[in-house]
């Protein structure tokens, strides 16, 4: 008898099954393959959504390598040129042709460059220094003249003086009684303090401008030949806050009567500040515009940086306000109603991040792409910032506009081809969701592109803090804000710090009435000698 070989693959023997029975086994196989589909649908999800991860860390890892080494500027090596400013100038000498009579050539910007300016400014002081030739040289000669040879740029070494006051008395005998006048004295800022004007403004601008910590001022001043403390000079700065304060009030109330003002902000570390440890933010804001004629730059310390700072420092304004993308702004906007324009350095920023944390290919990124649009709005600008106000707007209109509808259909159409989470999606999911904001600034001609001249203005307080690190006490902040708001102001309206502060310095004492201190005011302020040059008498 012959035995039926067991079959290896294990296939079972379906032979004997009836149409019914074999249906069945069909719909329980079919069954059993639409669970392994779906399971393995589940893990090619699975490890796409790892493969996803991974990629948004490898490029978040390469991002911070890229901050930590790297170089700092944002030009790109590969820059893509899609737009030729060559073109660029000829079209707004075209708009420039098609001006209305009414608008002055005069008014037009000089189509030639600026020359380079050479030699030494006029503004410094100057010392004539001839070289004669003795008697017997020119014994015989016809005639003699001086010719300048040359300039040299000489170095005035500072040093310290101590200034003595005499004060005479007259006494007047009368009816057997003594009657005494004295001559009188100029009222010091702070009272009794041992710093003249010129000493309290040469603290605040080497700190405030140039970054000199105390400390390294405490040992400058030891090599002049006085020692004076970190300590005492700290007192001093923390006391001025006080003495300028009405100053700097005057200053809010010019800045917020303007209808356009940009605002800015940056941290600041404060040891000891009620409510909040060592380690936490805190916060330096900046204000800065004013009416035409009047810039003010205006610093704020808070610890808070919430909606309700912008809210009291911008308590009276009407207008434009432009800051970056920050919704801290938004809650001032909505009770003020002001109109919000937005910051295009933000926008590009976010895009040079991406492309510099891609993957070198070969080919450019649509980061690259991107910051390719955005060079095309700042060429136009570039080209027409000497043009006026009426002129620049009309560019905008001409130029601008069509670009950023390009722009606009572009970011639309390839930000859901960008994987969520990466660099350049978030970069351009913040321009599309800004992008109300980012175009405000095509509906005038004075408005900014972006919120450069309020990060200019903060600038030089990130520069200082990396040399003094902190601030104490929230005095020492508050007082640190007012240096800042002068010195800053003091440049925006072209005065050499130094000198408008020492100019404050000597006066403020003896401005009781709101004349008087109106006169101290940067833009109404009479210097001793140049604006430019600090001047001590």
């Known amino acids: 008898m012959k035995t039926m070989p067991d079959n290896a693959s294990g296939t079972p023997d379906l032979s004997g099954l009836s149409s019914a029975e074999m249906m069945a086994v069909i719909r329980d196989m079919q069954g059993q393959l639409a669970a392994k589909e779906a399971e393995l649908q589940q893990r090619d999800q699975a490890v796409k959504v790892r493969e996803n991860y991974i990629a948004i860390l490898e490029e978040l890892l390469r991002y911070k390598k890229i901050q930590q080494f790297a170089a700092s500027s944002e030009k790109q090596p590969n820059q893509i040129t899609l737009f030729d400013e060559a073109e660029l100038e000829v079209g707004i000498d075209e708009l420039r042709d098609e001006l209305p009579e009414g608008i002055e050539e005069a008014d037009a910007p000089p189509r030639s460059r600026k020359r380079r300016q050479r030699g030494f400014s006029d503004k410094l002081l100057r010392e004539r220094i001839e070289l004669t030739l003795s008697e017997e040289e020119k014994a015989g000669a016809s005639k003699t003249f001086l010719t300048k040879v040359k300039e040299e740029l000489e170095y005035i070494p500072a040093q310290l003086k101590v200034l003595e006051y005499w004060q005479e008395k007259a006494v007047f005998e009368q ?206 600008e570039k080209a027409a910032q000497d043009l006026s106000d009426a002129e620049r707007y009309r560019v905008r209109q001409e130029k601008s506009l069509p670009l950023l509808k390009a722009f606009k259909v572009w970011l639309e159409k390839h930000a859901p081809k960008v994987m969520k989470g990466m660099l350049t999606r978030k970069a351009m999911d913040y321009t599309l969701n800004q992008w109300d904001t980012l175009t405000g600034y095509c509906e005038r001609g004075d408005l900014q592109i972006s919120n450069v001249l309020a990060e200019n203005a903060i600038r030089p307080f990130a520069v200082g803090r990396k040399a003094w690190l902190f601030a104490d006490t929230t005095q020492g902040a508050n007082a640190s804000a007012t240096c800042y708001s002068l010195i800053e102001t003091a440049k925006a309206n072209n005065l050499e710090p130094s000198a408008y502060i020492h100019h404050v310095l000597k006066h403020i004492a003896e401005a009781d009435t709101l004349e008087k201190l109106e006169t101290l005011l940067p833009w109404n302020a009479e210097l001793a000698g140049s604006k430019k040059v600090a001047q001590y008498d």
């Open 175 to 380: 009816n057997g009684e003594e009657r005494i006048v004295v001559a009188s004295r100029s009222v010091h800022p702070l009272g009794k303090c041992i710093a003249t004007p010129s000493l309290l403004a040469y603290l605040i601008t080497s700190k405030y401008a140039d970054g000199l910590p105390l400390y390294r001022q405490e040992q400058m001043l030891k090599r002049l030949g006085h020692e004076v403390s970190r300590t005492s000079m700290a007192h001093w700065i923390i006391r001025l806050n006080d003495v300028f304060k009405p100053l700097i009030n005057l200053m809010r109330e010019t800045q917020n009567s303007s209808n356009y003002l940009q605002a800015d902000e940056s941290r600041i570390q404060v040891l000891k500040e009620d409510g909040k440890s060592v380690h936490s933010d805190k916060w330096m804001w900046v204000t800065r515009g004013g009416p035409p004629g009047k810039p003010t730059v205006l610093f704020e310390y808070d610890p808070s940086r919430g909606g309700k700072v912008p809210v009291r420092l911008l308590d009276d304004f009407r207008g434009i306000l432009q800051a970056d993308g920050y919704s801290g702004y938004g809650q001032v906007c909505r009770e003020n109603k002001l109109t919000r324009i937005g910051c295009w350095d933000q926008a590009r920023r976010k895009f040079v991040e991406a492309s510099r944390a891609a993957l070198a290919k070969g080919k450019p990124s649509k980061a690259d792409v991107a910051l390719s649009h955005i060079r095309k709005l700042y060429a136009v």
